[in-house]
């Protein structure tokens, strides 16, 4: 088979992408191991920058969004006998979107289906090749085993952490850095109201957490746990007492209700970074090229920063053989990618608990000057609320 470009794996990045390049008239054929119910049900990210809000709704895609996303004024920064609350409207004059990633991930699904995308789902052995050609291919066996070749003029590895794209880069031209932290979060989702009307970060002797949400009926709620904790070891109750005790029930009156507790899951904390995103005609995109600890909602928005700047450069190659683009993306798109590195392991190590008594001290200087100072403050705000995608 042939098409201009090929897609690897079906999340947002690669839906994402597909899209962006459907509007130009760009055909693309998407390849994906998971099923399409597998994708649209993964439970991950739930916080929406303006800028990534604008950019959906730009290409049609911000309608449901709009009527049941939950537009934030900005977030609740607290510790034991304080909360304070930061107004990004107020502080930078942008504010963020509750709208969870299985949303986005439904609504991609859809207008990929209205417009005939061609998707393989529940592929297996994907492989790239002959990526330093302009005639560069993907190989996988498809749902019914059935051996398939794709060969495109550009291949976008939008495969997440594990996928092969990353591999295909040669180690003698590929740079990585990373972090993996000493901690990691114990995610619950609640079938609860929220107890806050905005999300609440908590910094807390016993260790963070935080009360997010993804409906009027539905809580998203993050502890901070030993990196090896067993999911076994935290029953219901357990998981609400110590989520009451680190946001602070019955400080000032503030309440937390506890609910039926539907899913439970430790994620693991980790920053990475893989330079170059683009090697010949092989382009990374997303989480297939840089992790961010979750701390500053920041992976699902840089992995929308990244194709929102490849697509326009794929299409000026594919159609005016303009090389400018893809020539510029892999600097381009690592300048954000490196601030928003930064900025979450700022608010990770600002938030979690270590045992180094002088970490604690350190970090609670710095809660104070981020709720005081205006000029701290704004910093905060701008990275949470998003920079502009050409940052
Ligand atoms: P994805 O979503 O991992 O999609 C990659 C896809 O590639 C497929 N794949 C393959 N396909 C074909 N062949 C292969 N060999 C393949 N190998 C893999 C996979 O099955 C998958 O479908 O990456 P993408 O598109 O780059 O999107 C990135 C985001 O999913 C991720 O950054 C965010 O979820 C991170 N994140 C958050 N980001 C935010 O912006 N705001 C948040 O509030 C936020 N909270 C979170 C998060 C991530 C979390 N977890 C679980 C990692 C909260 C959590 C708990
Ligand atoms: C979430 O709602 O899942 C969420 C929100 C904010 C974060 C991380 C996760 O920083």
């Given at each position: 088979?042939?098409?201009?470009?090929?897609?690897?794996?079906?999340?947002?990045?690669?839906?994402?992408?597909?899209?962006?390049?459907?509007?130009?008239?760009?055909?693309?054929?998407?390849?994906?191991?998971?099923?399409?119910?597998?994708?649209?049900?993964?439970?991950?990210?739930?916080?929406?920058?303006?800028?990534?809000?604008?950019?959906?709704?730009?290409?049609?895609?911000?309608?449901?969004?709009?009527?049941?996303?939950?537009?934030?004024?900005?977030?609740?920064?607290?510790?034991?006998?304080?909360?304070?609350?930061?107004?990004?409207?107020?502080?930078?004059?942008?504010?963020?979107?509750?709208?969870?990633?299985?949303?986005?991930?439904?609504?991609?699904?859809?207008?990929?289906?209205?417009?005939?995308?061609?998707?393989?789902?529940?592929?297996?052995?994907?492989?790239?090749?002959?990526?330093?050609?302009?005639?560069?291919?993907?190989?996988?066996?498809?749902?019914?085993?059935?051996?398939?070749?794709?060969?495109?003029?550009?291949?976008?590895?939008?495969?997440?952490?594990?996928?092969?794209?990353?591999?295909?880069?040669?180690?003698?031209?590929?740079?990585?850095?990373?972090?993996?932290?000493?901690?990691?979060?114990?995610?619950?989702?609640?079938?609860?109201?929220?107890?806050t009307?905005?999300?609440?970060?908590?910094?807390?002797?016993?260790?963070?957490?935080?009360?997010?949400?993804?409906?009027?009926?539905?809580?998203?709620?993050?502890?901070?746990?030993?990196?090896?904790?067993?999911?076994?070891?935290?029953?219901?109750?357990?998981?609400?007492?110590?989520?009451?005790?680190?946001?602070?029930?019955?400080?000032?009156g503030?309440?937390?209700?506890?609910?039926?507790?539907?899913?439970?899951?430790?994620?693991?904390?980790?920053?990475?970074?893989?330079e170059?995103?683009?090697?010949?005609?092989?382009?990374?995109?997303?989480?297939?090229?840089?992790i961010?600890?979750?701390?500053?909602?920041?992976?699902?928005?840089?992995?929308?920063?990244?194709?929102?700047?490849?697509?326009?450069?794929?299409?000026?190659?594919?159609?005016?053989?303009?090389?400018?683009?893809?020539?510029?993306?892999?600097?381009?798109?690592?300048r954000?990618?490196?601030?928003?590195?930064?900025?979450?392991?700022?608010?990770?190590?600002?938030?979690?608990?270590?045992?180094?008594?002088?970490?604690?001290?350190?970090?609670q200087s710095?809660?104070?000057?981020?709720?005081?100072?205006?000029?701290?403050a704004?910093?905060?705000?701008?990275?949470?609320?998003?920079?502009?995608?050409?940052?």
């Amino acid at each position: 088979m042939r098409t201009e470009v090929v897609i690897i794996g079906a999340g947002p990045a690669g839906l994402l992408l597909s899209h962006l390049l459907g509007e130009e008239g760009i055909e693309s054929v998407v390849v994906e191991t998971r099923s399409r119910e597998y994708v649209e049900a993964r439970v991950r990210a739930g916080i929406l920058e303006g800028s990534t809000v604008d950019l959906l709704e730009s290409v049609g895609l911000g309608e449901r969004l709009r009527r049941e996303g939950d537009e934030h004024r900005g977030i609740y920064l607290q510790w034991p006998g304080e909360r304070h609350h930061l107004d990004f409207v107020d502080l930078v004059g942008r504010s963020v979107w509750v709208y969870g990633q299985t949303e986005v991930q439904k609504d991609l699904g859809r207008a990929r289906e209205a417009a005939g995308q061609e998707i393989h789902y529940e592929v297996s052995e994907t492989a790239v090749h002959d990526v330093e050609s302009d005639r560069p291919a993907v190989t996988f066996l498809d749902r019914d085993g059935r051996e398939v070749r794709v060969e495109a003029r550009a291949v976008v590895g939008c495969d997440g952490s594990f996928g092969p794209s990353r591999g295909a880069v040669p180690a003698t031209v590929k740079q990585t850095w990373g972090r993996d932290y000493p901690y990691a979060w114990l995610g619950v989702l609640a079938d609860v109201a929220p107890s806050t009307d905005e999300l609440i970060y908590a910094w807390h002797p016993n260790g963070f957490a935080l009360h997010s949400m993804r409906s009027e009926h539905v809580s998203r709620l993050y502890l901070q746990v030993e990196p090896d904790a067993d999911v076994g070891t935290w029953s219901d109750d357990r998981i609400w007492d110590e989520l009451a005790t680190r946001l602070g029930h019955g400080q000032d009156g503030w309440q937390l209700t506890p609910g039926p507790i539907t899913e439970k899951n430790v994620l693991p904390m980790r920053s990475f970074v893989m330079e170059p995103m683009r090697h010949g005609s092989l382009f990374l995109a997303g989480d297939a090229a840089h992790i961010v600890p979750p701390t500053g909602a920041k992976g699902l928005n840089l992995a929308v920063a990244d194709v929102a700047l490849l697509a326009p450069a794929l299409t000026a190659l594919l159609r005016k053989n303009d090389e400018r683009g893809v020539d510029a993306y892999s600097e381009t798109a690592l300048r954000r990618v490196w601030r928003c590195t930064h900025f979450s392991w700022w608010m990770t190590t600002m938030l979690h608990t270590s045992p180094d008594p002088f970490d604690a001290q350190l970090q609670q200087s710095q809660l104070r000057w981020v709720t005081s100072s205006s000029a701290a403050a704004r910093g905060l705000a701008e990275n949470y609320a998003g920079l502009p995608i050409g940052f």
